[in-house]
């Protein structure tokens, strides 16, 4: 059974910077795709960030480009989201992801991800 565990969110101003961890279990993932997606007070749900967890690649939202950065310790079996920089807009609850890459979905999409963590929530106050 695959477990996604998130931490790392919390209540911090503007222009810090936060890491959130998400640590996975119950299989080998190197054929995942692992994202990050965050949904804010009365909004839909959007994809952040995603990484192959076998090759490493990374995509991002145009949005977070540059501000967000997506990364795997395969030891700790573990996907990092360091968020830079941080505005009040970025307030949401972050949620961490997995699915089975077969390319037939966008990676930018929840429908590629069959599995989901509980969500940490990141308020960032102005």
């Known amino acids: 059974q695959v477990q996604l565990v998130e931490s790392g969110g919390g209540l911090v101003q503007a222009g810090v910077s936060l890491r959130l961890s998400c640590a996975a279990s119950?299989?080998?993932?190197?054929?995942?795709?692992m994202g990050w997606f965050r949904q804010g007070p009365g909004k839909e749900r959007e994809f952040v960030a995603a990484?192959?967890?076998?090759?490493?690649?990374?995509y991002y939202a145009d949005s977070m480009k540059g501000r967000f950065t997506i990364s795997r310790d395969i030891a700790k079996n573990t996907v990092y989201l360091q968020m830079n920089s941080l505005k009040p807009d970025d307030t949401a609850v972050y949620y961490c992801?997995?699915?089975?890459?077969?390319?037939?979905?966008?990676?930018?999409?929840?429908?590629?991800?069959?599995?989901w963590g509980q969500g940490t929530q990141v308020t960032v106050s102005s």
């Open positions: 990484i192959f967890w076998g090759a490493g690649d990374t």
């Open positions: 992801a997995a699915g089975l890459f077969i390319g037939n979905l966008s990676i930018r999409s929840e429908r590629a991800y069959a599995y």
């Open positions: 119950g299989r080998t993932f190197s054929n995942y795709v």
